[in-house]
């Protein structure tokens, strides 16, 4: 007999178990390892309430795991809650036996009862994910460029070393770029312990006139040669900022490192980032046809579900839709069913009509597509160039996206 439940203190040593087999390349099989994430484990289940661990179990046995957690999430300048799934992971010999499935049907479940109707997650295999209604979200953009292209800050240098005494300030300065930043998450507390825990994270903070502390970096310094101790990469790891200064300081200290690394890898959701180099060209040396060069390489992250569209429109209420006024029927497609919704908004304001007519305008799409879209990450009109979207009305499909078009696509820095 299988059952579903929350996983007891006395059984984390099954979920390391699991765990380790499921993401070897992260983890350190030693016993003294083993130990180790277990104490991480217990320290979320102390310190973070909102993170809560489940598991299949057969009999005594645990056969699948996953953590449940509830973010504090900024989605267009109001904070609301938002589910999470984060390493869901199935025992070796228990695999292709719809297990994963079981989990993700459980989860969902978990936040719809709580009237929670977002969850995200941060993929291990996109496409099993996009099959089962999550959409893709925003592409990261990683930079790798030589640490001599970075601007130099012409101000006074009000830069510092951080430690844990300054968590606080750190976590004041991480809140504030939230408020600004459509998608960002409140830091759960596990996250902050392992960024102090690394012995080779390095912390700098930006300090404003007032003292307060108002950005911040993690970065660390990694070898880039086996036979050549001299060449050095800054790894930046986390870049916090509330305006365009504050960038520009903590950008400026990077500069500073030039006698001593020679190149530096940022991650950034912003797509004119390159601006920011005398010369965006990539390290790689890469060109493409037409006399194009590698400035960057994307990868894709976070993916969103809409468990409950009806719910969802309730939660973010304080959405205007860009004042807009447009009528349209929309069907989402599943693998299991279709749902079809005759929405109507007028000065901003949304509402599903119960009726069973149709509107002039009718789109139909996948679920997994119209979350994304519904979040920030795409448009209407970028899927139906994809073949994506099907729509009885090309003149009315721009008015739609005008609806539902944010500046930018939602930022998230969570790693759960």
Same mark, same amino acid.
């Given at each position: 007999?299988?059952?579903?439940?929350? &996983?007891?203190?006395?059984?984390?040593?099954?979920?390391?178990?699991?765990?380790?087999?499921?993401?070897?390349?992260?983890?350190?099989?030693?016993?003294?390892?083993?130990?180790?994430?277990?104490?991480?484990?217990?320290?979320?289940?102390?310190?973070?309430?909102?993170?809560?661990?489940?598991?299949?179990?057969?009999? #005594? %046995?645990?056969?699948?795991?996953?953590?449940?957690?509830?973010?504090?999430?900024?989605?267009? @300048?109001?904070?609301?809650?938002?589910?999470?799934?984060?390493?869901?992971?199935?025992?070796?010999?228990?695999?292709?036996?719809?297990?994963?499935?079981?989990?993700?049907?459980?989860?969902?479940?978990?936040?719809?009862? /709580?009237?929670?109707?977002?969850?995200?997650?941060?993929?291990?295999?996109?496409?099993?994910?996009?099959?089962?209604?999550?959409?893709?979200?925003?592409?990261?953009?990683?930079?790798?460029?030589?640490?001599?292209?970075?601007?130099?800050?012409?101000?006074?240098?009000?830069?510092?070393?951080?430690?844990?005494?300054?968590?606080?300030?750190?976590?004041?300065?991480?809140?504030?770029?939230?408020?600004?930043?459509?998608?960002?998450?409140?830091?759960?507390?596990?996250?902050?312990?392992?960024?102090?825990?690394?012995?080779?994270?390095?912390? &700098?903070?930006?300090?404003?006139?007032?003292?307060?502390?108002?950005?911040?970096?993690?970065? %660390?310094? %990694?070898?880039?040669?086996?036979?050549?101790?001299?060449?050095? /990469?800054?790894?930046?790891?986390?870049?916090?900022?509330?305006?365009?200064?504050?960038?520009?300081?903590?950008?400026?200290?990077?500069?500073?490192?030039?006698?001593?690394?020679?190149?530096?890898?940022?991650?950034?959701?912003?797509?004119?980032?390159?601006?920011?180099?005398?010369?965006?060209?990539?390290?790689?040396?890469?060109?493409?046809?037409?006399?194009?060069?590698?400035? @960057?390489?994307?990868?894709?992250?976070?993916?969103? #579900?809409?468990?409950?569209?009806?719910?969802?429109?309730?939660?973010?209420?304080?959405?205007?839709?860009?004042?807009?006024?447009?009528?349209?029927?929309?069907?989402?497609?599943?693998?299991?069913? @279709?749902?079809?919704? @005759?929405?109507?908004?007028?000065?901003?304001?949304?509402?599903?009509?119960?009726?069973?007519?149709?509107?002039?305008?009718?789109?139909?799409?996948?679920?997994?597509?119209?979350?994304?879209?519904?979040?920030?990450?795409?448009?209407?009109?970028?899927?139906?160039?994809?073949?994506?979207?099907?729509?009885?009305?090309?003149?009315?499909?721009?008015?739609?996206?005008?609806?539902?078009?944010?500046?930018?696509?939602?930022?998230?820095?969570?790693?759960?």
């Amino acid at each position: 007999m299988r059952e579903i439940r929350e &996983i007891k203190i006395v059984e984390m040593d099954q979920y390391c178990e699991i765990a380790f087999h499921s993401y070897p390349s992260f983890k350190d099989f030693s016993d003294k390892g083993k130990k180790g994430f277990i104490h991480e484990m217990l320290f979320i289940r102390k310190h973070d309430p909102d993170i809560k661990f489940y598991g299949m179990f057969e009999g #005594k %046995k645990l056969i699948a795991q996953m953590r449940l957690l509830i973010f504090e999430m900024n989605f267009l @300048n109001a904070t609301i809650r938002v589910g999470g799934l984060g390493s869901l992971a199935v025992h070796l010999l228990y695999k292709k036996q719809g297990i994963a499935r079981e989990m993700i049907d459980f989860c969902e479940k978990y936040f719809l009862d /709580q009237k929670i109707p977002l969850v995200a997650l941060l993929p291990f295999s996109p496409p099993f994910y996009y099959n089962k209604g999550y959409g893709y979200g925003t592409k990261m953009n990683r930079y790798i460029v030589q640490t001599s292209v970075l601007p130099r800050y012409a101000g006074e240098n009000t830069c510092d070393f951080a430690t844990k005494k300054d968590l606080s300030k750190l976590k004041k300065a991480h809140s504030e770029m939230m408020a600004q930043t459509h998608g960002m998450a409140e830091k759960m507390s596990y996250e902050w312990e392992n960024n102090f825990s690394d012995p080779e994270n390095l912390f &700098i903070k930006s300090i404003d006139q007032q003292g307060e502390t108002d950005g911040y970096a993690i970065f %660390k310094f %990694k070898s880039t040669h086996p036979d050549n101790y001299t060449k050095i /990469q800054i790894l930046v790891r986390e870049l916090i900022y509330t305006n365009r200064e504050v960038l520009s300081k903590l950008i400026g200290f990077f500069a500073n490192q030039g006698d001593q690394a020679q190149t530096i890898e940022i991650k950034t959701y912003e797509e004119d980032f390159h601006y920011l180099f005398s010369n965006p060209l990539s390290c790689s040396e890469n060109a493409t046809d037409y006399g194009y060069f590698e400035t @960057n390489t994307q990868y894709i992250g976070n993916m969103y #579900k809409i468990l409950d569209l009806p719910l969802m429109l309730k939660h973010v209420e304080h959405r205007k839709y860009n004042n807009q006024n447009i009528c349209f029927t929309l069907t989402l497609i599943e693998s299991s069913r @279709n749902q079809t919704y @005759n929405i109507v908004i007028k000065d901003g304001d949304i509402g599903i009509e119960q009726t069973k007519k149709t509107f002039g305008l009718r789109i139909a799409l996948t679920l997994s597509d119209f979350s994304s879209v519904f979040v920030g990450a795409t448009t209407f009109r970028r899927l139906y160039d994809a073949g994506r979207l099907e729509c009885s009305d090309m003149n009315k499909l721009m008015s739609l996206d005008a609806a539902f078009v944010v500046e930018r696509g939602p930022v998230c820095w969570s790693d759960y």
